[in-house]
C-alpha cells in the first residue's frame, strides 16, 4: 500500500515528521508513506488543485479555517468510521476538541498539535534603551506605553510593537475579551463599535509610534514576529509553539507572556495549532486511518515530533512530546497550561468562507493603515463584504 501524506512547515518540522514517518513504516511492513511537504505560501491551492485532479494526498495537514469548506465539499472522510472499527484511538481525548472537529455529524479531522496566542518582547534591546518590559497581566494600554517609551528612548529608530491591526487572529482575542466572538456557525459575531475600537487602538499606536509604520508592517504581515528578530521591533504576537523557532533565531533574550489585558476577561484559548485529515478520495481509508493514529496517539511518534506543532491533543501522550523540553519551549508550556486553567472557550469551526473573510478583514486593515479609507468606512465594508462571503 502506497499512502501520500502533505504538511506545511520549516526545515526542522520536514527532518522530525520524516523520522515519524520512518518508524511508521518500520512498524507496518507494507505501507510506504510519500512524503509531500514544503513551506505554507502556496499550500491551500496546491492542495485544492490536486483534490480538482483527483489525486490529492491521503493524509492532509490543514488549518481550521478552511475546514469546514473541505468537509461542506465532501472532501473529508469520517473518521467516526475508524474510530467504530477500532483503527483510531480516542482514549485520552478531551470530549470538547473532538466535538470541535465534528461537523454534520461527522469526525472531519482530528487536532495535530494544541497552541495558544503568546506575546514576545525582546528584553535585551528593551534593558538597553532603559524600558521595564511589561509584566504578566499587563493591559493593552499598558503596551501602548510601553511602545511609545521604545520609540521615544530609541531615539525614533525602534517601534515597541509590530502593527498588529491587519491580524484577524488579533482581533479574535479583542472580541472574545469584550464577550463576543470573531465567527460563530453563523457567521459574523461582534458588533462594529468592536472593530472600530480595535482598529483605533493600532491607529493610536502608529500615530505616536509605538508601532510600526505602514510601509514597515507590510513586509511582515504574516510573520510579524521577524519584525523582532529583524530588530525593528521589541514585541509583537505569536503562536506559544513558534517561540523556540524565534529564540533560536537571535541572540536577545524573549520574554514570554499571555496577550494584553488577559486578567479579567480571558481571550485566549487553547487552539488547534493544525489538523489532520484524510480524504475522501483515498483508495486506502484504513491504512490512512492507521498512519493517522500513529501520529496522533503513539508515545514513539510523539517523542519524535515533540511539540513543534504544538501539544498533543491526547493527554496519554504529552510526557511522550515534552520529556526533552528545554527551558525555552518550557515557558511555553506554562503559556499553554495557563490558559487551559483559565483561558476562554474555543470557537466552534469556522463557517465556510472564512478563509476569504479572514483575508479581506487584512486588506481592510491595511487601506486603513495607508491612510485609504477610514476607520469606520472600513469596518462598515469589511462587514458587509464579510456578510457577503459567510452567506
Known sequence: IELRMTWWGGDARHELT???L?????QNEGITVIRDFG???GYLDKVTT?????NSPDVIQLYNEVLVEFAGRGQVYDLNEAVDAGTISLDGWPDDLVATNTIDGALSALPFGLSTHGFIFDEDASAELGVEVPGEGFTWDELADYGAEIRSSSGGATAGVTDLSHSYQVFEVWAKQNGEEFLTADGIG?????LIDFWSYWADMRDSGAATPPDVSTEYLGTPYDAVIAGVSTSTFLFVNQYQGVQDSMPNALALTRMPSEGDNPGQYL???MNLIVSSQTENPEAAAKLVDFLLNDEEANAILGIDRGVPANGAVVDAATGTVDEVMGRAMTIIESVRASGSPAPVPAPIGSGTVNTIFSEFAQQVQFGQLSIEEAAAQFLSQAASELG
Not at 190 to 194: A, K, N, R, S
Open 22 to 26: 520512518d518508524r511508521f513504516e518500520e
Open 39 to 41: 513551506g505554507f505560501d
Open 50 to 54: 490536486q483534490y480538482a485532479g483527483g
Open 18 to 20: 520524516n523520522q515519524a
Open 271 to 273: 487552539r488547534t495549532a
Open 190 to 194: 461582534f458588533e462594529e463599535d468592536t
